[in-house]
């Protein structure tokens, strides 16, 4: 290599490698911030060990991804190989096309129309749940096709012709030729259409998030559901990992590759070549006198082998779908919104099954997954494509589960930990009965400001956010019906307004806004936030607990609660395709019991309605007097607040019209 | 011939089966949603909303002009792609070059390399950039250190672009790669002889037996960053809002069928620049050779 190449390789590399940089010094990091390093410390990697669910994802995608690269090895280059002999222009272009259009359809088309597809299938079969491994498997397969038949295809056709037949002149079956000539020659593309399927799949997040059945969580997936609460250190560690498991392996593979015994076996292989035309010479000889009918049938062989390989996988996919525990329950929450086990918390779906063994003798699974947003939840839901067992949603959402009779009434008598919640909790609008909901949790929206970069007099009221002096470090919503909400509790309208009108204002108070905006964001505040890159931000009041443990030297994060602001709560809840209705109800008595409840409401650091944890000594005293003050401000009567000022479900005309809004917002 | 023929059909039948059920019927899926309503009678709405929709945008200057919304918002993802992919085809040509003429063992081990970062997740790499790119980050705090002025580089459609090119460069190198490789030297030796020069033989021999690998990079990238959208959210500080965006707020809101016909309209325009690109391709004599 010259010299000028050498720099210029180097240069790349130093564009390519320097996020990966970042990974392996902040997987490091003592605190659990990502862009402000306090330290070193091994704590994240002893996390992520602890982090059964996250290992789990890992396993599935791993066999995913396997599973779906090698079957679209196999099927994608004797496609390619047949393609190549297609002499109809037609055809060929009509397969040419089909190709393409996974590549050149966005994936969250390929998504959608999948779901779409296996849905309708199901429900024709009459199947509870169509979405399993082998949906999410099939759509890797689907896209990872063409990159094998692009791959290969070229190789094929830059080969000489005359190769192949050269061989079969010199007494080579058709069979032998293809595979002693023409594989070695389109060897090279079938390895990088393997790698890149492999690659594929292990990357893909948009399309198994719309095939994926109930439970069945690959690693992006769960990373994505992090989005409310944020990705953690544990993750670059496990990046680090993986980093450091693919450079031994290369190492290793090239040591083994060195130039003398590469040398040493291309003299074998050159002595065996001679064997072997010896061979086929004495073969070709013998063929003269009986012709074969061998060749057409092993072909046959080959071909069938290939689709044996397919038929294989499908029964290992089968046998992996079809787990063999007797009884599973299926819950299906927020990302991070339980207890994992991390930082030496209490694992509490591990406590449970271990509980409920003691408690009735039976073993039983908890197939646990996440969510990144209460619409999330509910397209799946809706799609009829999953069956969960135990849902957390959001008040406004349980109302609308409500309405369309997708949710089970709960036995009480089933749930007598129910009494410890506050009278506050109950009868609240999605639920006016109590018929359907269990609380879980509940919060509001504040305002967190850099107290070093904001004027104490500035704060108190929405109006910070809308304040010149701080333009371009205030962070608003990266979702329509928050952002829209600062807006109007900053005006004292109704967020439930029916009226088009008041929501065109708030569009234009928003507009106004926007100049002064640094970013619409999600969880990307705690890195902006931590770091002093932004001042002001609206989120959830527990939220801010876990910024300002993580904050750099020189940020200061204060918090306040406007008003009027957005209280939420989210709840338990039994969705109508439940499929152990009492076991549900079991697992969400257990949630409230003491022990569980006080580990979930230290963790997930929102409020808590169970009096269970609001009274226990313990809670109180770790949370300490400025956490609960925030936490728990004095309201007065939740419960008034909560039905005047929470969201409400919005039927789709207005839905629609919020879209358009936030569009419009969007694009200025 | 006969055996052939059947080598054909056994090679192509299970793909053809397969391309027919999940490849062809989920499209039909697409376009039946795209064409219809909520209660899934016949409608072209969907259809023309994408094309009539307007918003009020006000400029920089502070003038307000009316646009249609989803054609702007096709056009700045359109941009944006085009932007990444012609970086990356030219950040990716001469490095392709380059390791196709290194030794095979060299060859391996950039390739190798050059793979390793897509093997971390892409959230939590476009996450890393964040760290690197903001104002307060690794880079504004590398250029304070040696006495520069900072620069604003989060929330800008450089950053974007520096997301979409990073994520996407290994699919522009491989096909490139894979296909240089397999030149044949002698060929440029050749040329040389007969009186090329460097830029001749990179322009008439070169370039063109390199094509159909500069066309799949260029379709291995292009897509992907058109549709992207969790780049721009994290590197664009949630203000660029593409086409990706519309189609994921669509079915967030409930809207499937609109969803789907912008998914729809997406994918005709798509296949038909594909097409376009490919016949003219197809049609160019196989280099100069």
Redesign the interface.
């Known amino acids: 290599m010259k010299l000028s190449g050498k720099i210029y390789t180097a240069l790349i590399f130093i564009f390519l490698f320097a996020p990966i940089a970042i990974l392996l010094v902040f997987s490091f990091n003592e605190a659990r911030s990502l862009s402000v390093f306090s330290g070193f410390s091994l704590k994240w990697y002893g996390e992520l060990f602890r982090d059964s669910d996250t290992l789990k994802s890992v396993q599935n995608t791993l066999i995913v991804a396997v599973c779906a690269s090698v079957i679209a090895t196999a099927m994608g280059t004797a496609a390619a190989v047949g393609i190549d002999k297609l002499r109809s222009r037609y055809i060929r272009t009509a397969l040419d096309t089909v190709t393409n259009i996974p590549m050149i359809n966005p994936d969250i088309i390929t998504g959608i129309s999948m779901m779409l597809m296996f849905v309708f299938v199901g429900r024709l079969f009459g199947a509870a749940t169509s979405l399993n491994f082998a949906t999410i498997l099939i759509a890797h397969i689907t896209f990872c096709l063409p990159y094998v038949i692009l791959q290969v295809l070229p190789k094929l056709q830059q080969m000489d012709k005359a190769l192949p037949e050269a061989a079969m002149d010199l007494g080579c079956t058709p069979m032998r030729a293809f595979l002693k000539v023409e594989v070695p020659e389109i060897m090279p593309g079938i390895i990088t259409g393997f790698i890149m399927s492999f690659t594929l799949s292990l990357d893909d997040f948009v399309i198994s998030y719309f095939t994926t059945g109930t439970g069945f969580q690959t690693l992006p997936i769960r990373i994505y559901n992090m989005t409310k609460k944020t990705v953690t250190p544990k993750m670059y560690a496990l990046a680090t990992i993986i980093f450091f498991v693919i450079l031994a392996l290369m190492l290793l593979s090239n040591l083994a590759d060195n130039d003398d015994s590469r040398q040493l076996r291309a003299m074998r292989k050159a002595k065996r070549a001679a064997r072997r035309a010896e061979r086929a010479a004495e073969r070709a000889a013998r063929l003269q006198k009986a012709p074969p009918a061998l060749s057409a049938r092993k072909k046959t062989v080959i071909a069938v082998s290939a689709g044996a390989v397919a038929v294989i996988a499908a029964i290992v996919m089968i046998i992996a779908s079809s787990d063999n525990q007797p009884r599973v329950l299926n819950v299906y929450n927020w990302g991070e919104y339980i207890s994992d086990g991390s930082e030496g918390s209490m694992d509490v779906i591990k406590e449970f099954e271990k509980w409920y063994r003691a408690e009735y003798g039976e073993k039983i699974k908890v197939n646990y997954s996440t969510f990144a947003s209460n619409e999330d939840m509910y397209a799946k839901l809706a799609s009829g494509a999953v069956s969960y067992d135990v849902i957390v949603p959001s008040d406004y959402m349980i109302a609308r589960l409500v309405d369309e009779g997708m949710l089970l009434p709960l036995n009480y008598d089933n749930i007598p930990n129910y009494q410890y919640i506050g009278e506050d909790f109950r009868g609240l609008f999605y639920d006016p009965d109590n018929l359907y909901t269990v609380p879980y949790t509940y919060n509001f929206v504040g305002i967190i400001y850099d107290a070093n970069v904001v004027d104490e007099a500035d704060t108190g009221t929405w109006d910070l956010m809308w304040n010149p002096k701080y333009a371009r470090q205030i962070l608003q919503f990266n979702n329509s019906r928050d952002a829209f909400g600062t807006a109007m509790y900053r005006a004292g309208i109704s967020v439930n307004d029916p009226d088009y009108a008041v929501w065109d204002a708030a569009l234009e108070s928003l507009l106004e806004q926007r100049p002064l905006v640094k970013s619409y964001v999600m969880d990307e505040i705690y890195n902006m936030m931590e770091s002093g890159e932004a001042a002001i931000a609206a989120y959830y009041a527990g939220d801010y607990f876990t910024m300002a443990d993580a904050q750099a030297d020189n940020v200061d994060l204060q918090f306040y609660c406007p008003e009027p602001t957005n209280y939420f709560v989210d709840a338990m809840c039994i969705p109508a395709c439940c499929e152990d209705k009492e076991l549900a109800e079991i697992f969400i008595n257990y949630m409230l019991s003491e022990e569980p409840a006080i580990a979930n409401a230290e963790y997930i650091c929102y409020a808590c309605p169970n009096s269970l944890v609001t009274e226990n000594e313990e809670y109180l005293e770790d949370m300490g007097e400025e956490a609960l003050a925030i936490l728990y401000p004095d309201l007065g009567s939740f419960a008034e607040l909560f039905n005047e000022y929470a969201y409400r479900n919005l039927d789709t005309e207005h839905l629609d019209y919020l879209n358009t809004l936030w569009e419009t917002l969007k694009i200025n | 011939m006969k055996?052939?023929l059947?080598?054909?059909?056994?090679?192509?039948a299970?793909?053809?089966a397969?391309?027919?059920l999940?490849?062809?019927?989920?499209?039909v899926?697409?376009a039946y949603?795209a064409f219809t309503d909520?209660s899934f009678r016949f409608t072209t709405a969907n259809i023309t909303r994408f094309f009539t929709?307007t918003?009020?945008?006000?400029d920089e200057t502070g003038a307000a002009r009316e646009?249609h919304?989803y054609l702007?918002?096709f056009g700045?993802s359109l941009k944006l792609a085009v932007i990444s992919t012609v970086i990356c085809l030219l950040?990716g040509y001469?490095?392709a070059y380059?390791?196709s003429?290194?030794s095979d063992?060299?060859q391996?081990?950039?390739i190798?390399?050059?793979?390793?970062?897509?093997?971390?997740?892409?959230?939590?790499?476009t996450?890393?950039?964040?760290?690197?790119l903001?104002?307060?980050?690794?880079l504004n705090n590398a250029l304070t250190a040696l006495g520069l002025s900072r620069i604003k580089i989060i929330?800008t459609e450089t950053a974007v672009v520096v997301g979409m090119v990073?994520d996407y460069?290994p699919y522009m190198i491989?096909?490139l790669y894979?296909?240089m490789?397999?030149m044949d030297t002698k060929l440029f030796e050749a040329a040389r002889d007969l009186g090329c020069s460097g830029a001749g033989v990179l322009r008439r021999v070169i370039f063109p037996l390199s094509l159909?690998?500069v066309l799949?990079g260029i379709?291995?990238v292009l897509?992907?960053s058109?549709?992207t959208?969790?780049i721009s959210?994290?590197l664009g500080?949630?203000?660029f809002?593409l086409?990706?965006?519309?189609?994921?707020?669509?079915?967030?809101?409930?809207?499937?069928h609109f969803?789907?016909a912008i998914?729809f309209i997406?994918?005709v325009i798509?296949?038909i620049c594909?097409?376009v690109m490919?016949r003219a391709v197809d049609k160019r004599p196989t280099g100069g050779v």
């Open positions: 055996k052939d059947l080598t054909k059909r056994l090679t192509i299970p793909y053809g397969w391309a027919v999940f490849i062809v019927v989920p499209l899926f697409v949603y909520d929709t918003a009020n945008v006000t646009v919304t702007l918002i700045r950040l001469p490095l380059i390791i003429r290194a063992r060299a391996k081990i950039i190798t390399f050059i793979m390793i970062p897509m093997w971390m997740n892409f959230l939590i790499r996450y890393a950039w964040m760290t690197i903001q104002d307060t980050g690794i929330g990073y460069f491989l096909p894979s296909i490789a397999k159909p690998g799949n379709t291995m897509i992907p058109i549709s959208f969790y959210q994290k500080d949630g203000k809002f086409i990706g965006d519309a189609i994921e707020g669509q079915y967030t809101a409930n809207n499937l969803a789907a998914a997406l994918m798509l296949l594909m097409a490919r």
